[in-house]
Structures are given as structure tokens and as C-alpha cells.
């Protein structure tokens, strides 16, 4: 059964920082997807990442994706309050279209 | 474009009793999927359509969950019986799907559905 973890759970980093937040799954996948959630709303597609080795930008946000260790990153740098959210990893069960999601990472960041 | 739409937004119920949860998906998306999420948790899968069929439905908790999606675009999420720990956001998505694509999700706004 394939488990996503994420850590860590929760993230509170002064603006201007950087840090990183990881994504673990347990089984082998292909792909990888990062979302964000504000409070009360929906999730917003960030980043798909297809193939290891792959690396995606987006102002203060990169991700990547090494398939052979199981593992994604998420690094902020140089975090903005702006960026504040709840992001969430998702990884689809190998030769489906069941995705399973991680249980997030609650991101403040403090002026 | 429009977006993923879902009503109702909110959806107050009493136990036991039967609830309709809708799904407009992005118009030309085959795949829709249907999430429940309790606070504090990532979405967890319930049901994924391709067109009209339903080709996974392994999420679904039990019987009384049950969904629909006749003509291949809006889908009805049904849940009979309701219990409290049925409480949660109901997230709808839906995307295009193809061998080796994106598959990238759009995700509606939600019903938050409470059970009393």
C-alpha cells in the first residue's frame, strides 16, 4: 500500500529564509505533484514533476523529484508571509489514477 | 475558462437522513475524481471516473457512498444514511488524461458537508 509522508508537519520561518519540506513514498511512482491550500479553500496545482531528476521553478518555489530514493523537495527561498499555506504532496499508486496525498505541511511565515 | 464548480458549498444534514453532493468538472476533462478531506488531513481518495464508468471506486468507505457520472461530464457523489463521521470537505476534480501527460488536477471549491 502506498504511504506518502511528509515532513515536516508543521513550519513557522521569519521572512527571507529559506527552508525545505519532503515528501516520502513508499512504493515506486513516476511522478510527483505539489499542491497548495490556503485556509478554507481549495488546492491549488504548484508543481508536476514526471521523470527523476526533474526540477520545477516558480518565484520563490522549486521543486524536484528523485524516483530512486522515493523522495521530493520543496524548497522556499527567501520566504515572503505571502507564502503561508498548507502544501501538500500527491503521488499516484502505481499504474493508476488513485492518488494519494501526504498530510501536509503547515507553512507560517513571520514578518 | 470556468472552472470546477460544486454545490451545494455547505451542506447541513441530520443523521441518517440522504444527501446529493454535485460536480461540475472543466468542460472536455474526461477524468474526474472525488476527494474527502477532514480538517487537518490531505484529501483522500474516494472515486475516480474516465468518461462515464467509474475506474476506481477503491476509496469509497462502504455501501452507503455511491457515485455517478452518466453522460461523462457532471457528477453526483451520493451518501445514504449519513452518519457524523461522515462530516468533512468533499473535493471534486477533474483533468484531461492521457499516457504519459500531466494528468494535472483542477480542484473545485468544495462542499463542506456536516452531519449532526
Known amino acids: 500500500e502506498l504511504k506518502v509522508e511528509q515532513n515536516p508537519l508543521f513550519l513557522s520561518m521569519q521572512e527571507g529564509k529559506n527552508y525545505t519540506i519532503y515528501c516520502n513514498y513508499s512504493t515506486t511512482s513516476d511522478r510527483l505533484y505539489w499542491y497548495r491550500q490556503d485556509p478554507g479553500k481549495s488546492l491549488e496545482s504548484l508543481f508536476v514533476?514526471?521523470?527523476?531528476?526533474a526540477v520545477k521553478q516558480e518565484g520563490r518555489l522549486m521543486a524536484s523529484l528523485d524516483t530512486k530514493a522515493r523522495l521530493s523537495t520543496l524548497h522556499i527561498t527567501a520566504a515572503v508571509h505571502d507564502l503561508s499555506a498548507t502544501y501538500f504532496c500527491a503521488v499516484p499508486t502505481s499504474g493508476t489514477y488513485k492518488y494519494i496525498f501526504g498530510t501536509g505541511t503547515r507553512l507560517k511565515v513571520l514578518a | 475558462g470556468a472552472g470546477v464548480s460544486q454545490t451545494p458549498s455547505n451542506k447541513v444534514t441530520e443523521k441518517g437522513k440522504y444527501v446529493e453532493l454535485r460536480c461540475d468538472p472543466i468542460?472536455?476533462?474526461?477524468?474526474l475524481y472525488w476527494y474527502r478531506q477532514s480538517l487537518g488531513q490531505g484529501p483522500e481518495f474516494l472515486i475516480y471516473f474516465q468518461g462515464t464508468g467509474a475506474a476506481d471506486d477503491s476509496g469509497l468507505p462502504n455501501d452507503r457512498f455511491f457515485a455517478v457520472r452518466p453522460e461523462g461530464s457532471v457528477s453526483t457523489l451520493k451518501i445514504q444514511r449519513t452518519e457524523r463521521g461522515d462530516s468533512a470537505v468533499y473535493l471534486c476534480?477533474?483533468?484531461?488524461?492521457?499516457?504519459?501527460?500531466?494528468?494535472?488536477?483542477?480542484f473545485g471549491p468544495g462542499t463542506r458537508l456536516t452531519v449532526l
Open positions: 514533476l514526471l521523470s527523476n531528476g
Open positions: 476534480a477533474s483533468s484531461l488524461t492521457w499516457p504519459g501527460g500531466y494528468n494535472e488536477q483542477f
Open positions: 468542460s472536455g476533462h474526461t477524468a
